[in-house]
């Protein structure tokens, strides 16, 4: 089994950066691959980004394409989202979760297990 858990979220201004990391225990990170989801207020849960076991392949939203990056570092078992210039639309419960699929998933129901999220707000 794999313990998920992110950091790094908090309350920002528009314009401001953030970087999330989702820190794994339990069995080392370089066997799965890797995803950040995002839930607003009312929502469904959204894909965000996705990166695979071993960092040579990633993918993200059209809706976050150029400001969000997608890292990890499996030596730390260790899983980050940089985000720039954070919009109010970017408020959201950001949930980490991780996938035997070796390649990219983008559905929730590939990934076994998920993070308990950190929460983004963003003002205007």
């Known amino acids: 089994q794999v313990q998920l858990v992110e950091s790094g979220g908090g309350l920002v201004q528009a314009g401001d950066s953030l970087r999330l990391s989702c820190a794994a225990s339990?069995?080392?990170?370089?066997?799965?691959?890797m995803g950040w989801f995002r839930q607003a207020p009312g929502k469904e849960r959204e894909f965000v980004s996705a990166i695979s076991w071993n960092g040579g392949s990633t993918h993200y939203a059209d809706s976050v394409k150029g400001r969000f990056t997608i890292s990890r570092d499996n030596a730390k078992n260790t899983v980050y989202l940089q985000i720039l210039s954070l919009k109010p639309e970017d408020t959201a419960v950001y949930y980490c979760?991780?996938?035997?699929?070796?390649?990219?998933?983008?559905?929730?129901?590939?990934?076994?297990?998920w993070g308990q999220g950190t929460q983004v707000t963003v003002s205007s």
């Open positions: 979760a991780s996938t035997r699929i070796l390649g990219i998933a983008v559905q929730p129901k590939w990934y076994a297990y």
């Open positions: 339990g069995r080392t990170l370089s066997s799965y691959s």
